[in-house]
């Protein structure tokens, strides 16, 4: 994409045109917020491989619900159907290394969660019911809970797989989760930028 088209691109992200008028839109996601000391261990991780980007420690989260363009009106419904949402806080691990492919190619580097936690599907069903109490579109992808760490773009498998096998089983930390966020996100040249609006705390 040439400079002009991308800030073409980046322009029109930030709102949603119905007629000759824009109005204004935040591309938005659901996700929990990781400790400072586990995302500086997932940071550290990094190898440098020709071909692997790894993401900046500040950039890393779990996503819950990815919602796309969502207007200032919609947003503030939204918050309200967030705030109802109630589960008890839980421990969550960070552990092992895995690859997301994309036409038989690796395209994301993920750090897991174990086989997660209870509560944390059932806050992601809690979440995707105030999506829809909400009057938007629920992520209906199935929900396989996951940090990406990295995005993949000319690197094989075979590159990519000693590094792997090293972290399969390793442990990144244990951290409670006492609250989820409602995130915006900006696509940039570099990739693309997540900014936290809102912070909802779960039942205490």
């Known amino acids: ?10 322009k029109m992200a930030k709102g949603i045109r119905f007629g000759t008028a824009v109005i204004e839109a ?16 997932l940071a550290d991780l990094d190898p440098e491989l020709p071909g692997l980007r790894w993401l900046p420690s500040s950039q890393l989260h779990l996503t819950m619900s990815f919602l ?23 421990l969550l691990p960070l552990c092992g290394l895995g690859v997301f492919n994309a036409r038989g190619r ?3 580097v993920w750090a897991g969660v174990g086989k997660g936690h209870p509560h944390l599907f059932a806050l992601h069903h809690h979440i995707q019911d105030a999506v829809l109490h909400a009057g938007l579109e629920a992520d209906l992808k199935p929900f396989h809970p ?37 995130f915006s ?5 570099e990739g693309a930028k997540h900014h936290a609006e809102s912070s909802f705390p779960l039942a205490s």
């Open 106 to 108: 690796p395209s994301v």
């Open 1 to 10: 994409m040439d400079a002009p088209s991308f800030r073409y691109f980046t």
């Open 68 to 90: 796309g363009q969502v207007n200032t009106a919609g947003e503030s419904v939204l918050c309200g159907a967030l705030s109802a949402v109630k589960v008890p806080p839980f």
């Open 26 to 41: 935040k591309r938005l996601f659901i996700g929990l917020e990781l400790p400072e000391a586990c995302r500086k261990t």
């Open 185 to 189: 996100s900006d696509l940039l040249p």
């Open 146 to 182: 996951h940090v990406t760490v990295a995005r993949v773009r000319n690197l094989s498998s075979q590159a990519l797989k000693p590094f792997l096998r090293r972290h399969a089983e390793a442990e990144f930390g244990l951290f409670q989760v006492t609250s989820f966020t409602l």
